[in-house]
């Protein structure tokens, strides 16, 4: 009797391993799904919100996959204390959440909810230390008579991808505009003058909360951009200075690995913090970065040191042992192969001589 019982606890610990997500602890996309359609069932009462992550992607860009990881978690535990009880919470992937909240509901009473939650959302990206640059966008819909879980979840995201273009509110409530239409074939088609479409795209592209200070890239997108700059320079004639900054002791050596990532942090604090908006950089080895610097001229190289290196200091008062190397080199116009299309001044040049 005993090892059945025990065979039970096991077996249920299984199944709660299978419905759960790994990363925050919420359900997982297949459990809500499940939980959702049997209350829908039952023809429990409720509304279900699509939660999504703003520019998610600039998070883990510019403070790594780390402190992503860390962001969502935050955001589940305070889901879980925002919508707790008798409430459906999962991740559905990504930085998409669901929430069922079950019982009867008022827009207004959802949207205050939703309002309180991404106040407090706000303060946990500051304290994360990721600027004010954490929030969410929701879209939200009632569950209907003989409703199912793919119409149900359907309707919530159209409402949530509509907020994220429109940017105008917390949440979005579904309604029948943002029906998706299949149209017969004697449908009149609408087709959108491209300049509409270009429009929302380069609202999609552009950054809308700039960090104050220069932005991280991983090495390959550091990479793309160098050689990005690099094909350009030719014809924009700008300066872009590219600086190694590296972490030494006193003796000229990369710091001892058991210090080495307090110190590296805080180089990188620094280096964010005193260089441009403009500026880009990435972490190269263990113990160095690589910066760029665009419209940074050779004399003006000793200023971006000082910054550098006076904020290093005042982080590490303490620590007067350890040294900052920097090594500038300016950016040269990239080598053009042979056959490769003719620049503007090439070919004015060949026309005069002939």
Request: hydrophobic content about 40%; aromatic content about 8%.
């Amino acid at each position: 009797m005993e090892e059945l019982d025990v065979l039970r606890v096991e077996n249920d610990h299984l199944r709660l391993l299978a419905q759960q997500d790994s990363l925050t602890g919420l359900l997982n996309r297949g459990a809500v799904e499940a939980r959702v359609a049997a209350l829908l069932r039952e023809h429990t009462p409720g509304v279900l919100l699509m939660i999504d992550v703003d520019h998610f992607k600039s998070v883990n860009d510019q403070y790594g996959h780390l402190m992503g990881d860390k962001a969502l978690r935050e955001l589940a535990r305070l889901l879980g204390y925002y919508f707790g009880r008798g409430s459906v919470i999962g991740r559905m992937g990504g930085d998409e959440f669901a929430v069922f909240l079950t019982g009867r509901h008022t827009r207004r009473l959802v949207r205050e909810q939703m309002e309180r939650l991404n106040a407090r959302i706000a303060q946990a990206g500051a304290a994360l230390g990721i600027g004010d640059g954490f929030h969410v966008t929701a879209g939200a819909e009632f569950a209907q008579n003989n409703d199912s879980f793919p119409r149900l979840y359907e309707r919530a995201d159209s409402a949530m991808r509509a907020e994220k273009q429109a940017r105008t509110m917390t949440v979005r409530f579904y309604d029948a505009s943002l029906r998706r239409q299949t149209p017969g074939p004697a449908a009149p088609q609408t087709i959108q003058p491209p300049s509409i479409d270009i429009k929302y795209i380069s609202q999609q592209l552009r950054e809308k909360t700039p960090a104050a200070g220069a932005c991280f890239y991983d090495f390959n997108t550091f990479l793309s951009v160098y050689r990005f700059l690099e094909r350009g320079l030719k014809r924009t004639g700008q300066s872009v200075q590219l600086i190694l900054v590296s972490l030494m002791n006193q003796y000229g050596e990369f710091i001892a690995l058991e210090e080495r990532d307090q110190l590296v942090e805080q180089l990188r604090e620094s280096i964010y913090t005193t260089l441009r908006t403009s500026d880009i950089y990435t972490q190269y080895s263990a113990c160095q970065f690589l910066v760029m610097a665009q419209g940074a001229p050779q004399e003006h190289t000793d200023r971006i040191t000082a910054r550098i290196e006076n904020a290093f200091h005042t982080r590490t008062p303490d620590r007067m042992d350890i040294r900052l190397s920097f090594c500038f080199y300016p950016l040269q116009p990239a080598l053009q192969k042979s056959g490769a299309p003719e620049d503007d001044e090439s070919r004015d040049r060949r026309s005069a001589a002939l």
